[in-house]
């Protein structure tokens, strides 16, 4: 908000139902006039927090919070005044701060099932200002709302959205390292028959993403990576292939369904690590038992030719997104991938 530009605290009470967006961090349960819950700001067996939509207001019998929705939001996320009010303005909401909603439980309906394709009037995933719109997540009984760094949507051949593979930035809760998070998330009702967007897997066989482009050019071969960042960055340097992934990295590969790919020439390009190369062509575990990657999958279902980069060399984790960021050109990632391809044998 802009130096002098005054702040209708009134209007902002007025047009902002409480009871929706205390909704959107604590599930609530109507009792009456009024809706109860546990208590987001202390720990407690029994619910003792109540919200008063037609007054305005939340309070806790147990700890004695109370307040209209400005404090609540500025409790919750730990802002300041203004900057609640710009949050509630713009009708987009940053996730709770560290230390509030721990104890409360999930509610009874706790299975969500994935709805697909995503009907048309689900709301839009995405808000303002980077941020999403609240999603449920089932094992904990909440909503959070993200600010990815990356958003992508996954579609059938037909081009009708599935869901979506998000990837953030969390910190490590015992090195406060940041790492990556890629929660999948899809469009879900409950047993009761509420929907919601939620963290939930695409339900198995789990769709590839780019599906809608291999069905606009059925005589492409297929450049499959590992992860959506990838494919994002295989896709612009290499225009001849119809560039693919999958959701659940490494370990997901088992819950695809594979089976667009038959028929295809498809080419792997695994990471330069021994998690990428498992990925792609399998590994045997303790027991001497074989355990199939994607090559071996892919040859179930009849692919016309199986080929595969070897990146033998390169740093540890090296991917194809990695040369984009280090500046090699198309030209030159080609001609790299070009000197490293070769024939992938599978046996039974």
């Not at 009134?10 to 349960?29: N, S, T």
């Not at 929705?69 to 709770?96: D, S, W």
């Not at 994935?114 to 904990?140: F, Q, Y």
């Not at 038992?289 to 994607?294: E, F, M, R």
């Amino acid at each position: 908000m802009s130096d002098g530009q005054k702040i209708d605290v009134e209007r902002i009470k007025a047009e902002q139902d409480i009871a929706l967006v205390i909704g959107q961090y604590v599930p609530l349960r109507k009792s009456g006039n009024e809706y109860g819950a546990r208590c987001p700001f202390h720990e407690e067996r029994s619910a003792s927090f109540t919200v008063n939509a037609a007054k305005g207001f939340y309070h806790c019998f147990g700890c004695g919070a109370h307040g209209d929705v400005i404090k609540f939001v500025m409790e919750m996320t730990g802002v300041g005044f203004v900057e609640a009010c710009e949050q509630l303005g713009a009708q987009h909401l940053y996730p709770a701060r560290e230390g509030v909603q721990k104890q409360i439980e999930a509610p009874l309906e706790v299975k969500w099932d994935p709805v697909l394709p995503v009907p048309g009037d689900a709301p839009e995933l995405m808000a303002g200002g980077g941020w999403t719109v609240p999603i449920w997540n089932p094992k904990r009984g909440r909503s959070t709302r993200m600010k990815p760094v990356r958003v992508d949507a996954y579609r059938d051949a037909e081009g009708r959205l599935l869901g979506y593979v998000l990837r953030a930035n969390i910190a490590d809760r015992d090195t406060g390292a940041q790492k990556k998070w890629t929660p999948q998330v899809t469009w879900c009702v409950s047993p009761e028959g509420r929907y919601a967007w939620c963290l939930q897997h695409f339900p198995a066989p789990r769709p590839l993403l780019g599906l809608d482009d291999l069905a606009a050019r059925p005589d492409a071969p297929v450049l499959l990576v590992e992860g959506e960042k990838c494919r994002a960055a295989g896709a612009g340097a290499f225009k001849g292939y119809v560039v693919m992934t999958w959701p659940g990295g490494s370990n997901g590969i088992g819950k695809v369904d594979w089976s667009p790919l038959r028929g295809r020439t498809v080419v792997l390009w695994p990471d330069a690590d021994a998690a990428g190369e498992k990925a792609m062509f399998g590994w045997n575990n303790d027991a001497g038992q074989c355990k199939p990657g994607i090559a071996q999958l892919l040859w179930e279902q009849r692919v016309t030719a199986l080929r595969a980069i070897d990146p033998t060399g390169m740093p540890k984790g090296w991917d194809i997104a990695d040369a984009l960021d280090d500046n090699w050109s198309p030209r030159q990632l080609a001609a790299w991938a070009q000197s490293r391809i070769e024939d992938v044998v599978v046996t039974a």
